[in-house]
């Protein structure tokens, strides 16, 4: 008979490195695509930040809140780049 864990594993690791992740892939968006190719490049970067926060969620090894952590992940990550894009908009009012 399997004994239930009585602490849980910490999730904010998992979480907070999706964050991470789509904002380095949010300043490498800005750094090396082209204004035009931005939006979809923010949009494979979502995609990406979606399939990394499933792989590290499954990793975790705990079934407890798996929903609520990779929704938690996955919005995170859009929250960032969606500052970021945000950002690049006003970039793009004042060009150099």
Known sequence: MATPSLAPRR???TVGAVWIVAALAG????????????????????GGSLVLAFLLQILSGTS???????????????VVLGIESIGFAVAALFPV
Not at 64 to 78: N, P, Y
């Open 11 to 13: 999730s904010a690791g």
């Open 27 to 46: 300043i490498a968006i800005g750094i090396f695509a082209t204004p035009e190719w931005r939006a979809p490049w923010l949009t494979v970067a979502l």
């Open 64 to 78: 407890h809140r798996f929903i609520e952590r990779v929704a938690l992940s996955v919005l995170g990550a859009l």
